[in-house]
């Protein structure tokens, strides 16, 4: 997987990648646990899980940290 996301990264010219922390990634990790627990499909018509409501209000709240590194593709 990491081949293909640098392979598909040396199609833009500039780009920038950002590590989120585990801490600052709790509404993925949320929307993940939700899909291995439970059956059925969430789609915008109906309301999202609590769950995962109550983690983008989390995140909303505080800014998640961030740790940025500028990457260049190589040719």
């Not at 010219?13 to 059925?40: K, M, P, W």
Request: aromatic residues 6%.
């Amino acid at each position: 997987m990491h081949e293909e996301i640098l392979s598909l990264l040396r199609r833009f010219t500039e780009f920038e990648v950002r590590h989120i922390y585990r801490e600052g990634n709790s509404v993925a990790h949320t929307l993940c646990r939700q899909a291995y627990q439970g059956r059925g499909l969430w789609t915008e018509r109906v309301p999202m899980p609590g769950a995962v409501r109550e983690k983008i209000d989390e995140d909303c709240a505080a800014r998640a940290p961030v740790q940025e590194e500028e990457v260049t593709p190589s040719a």
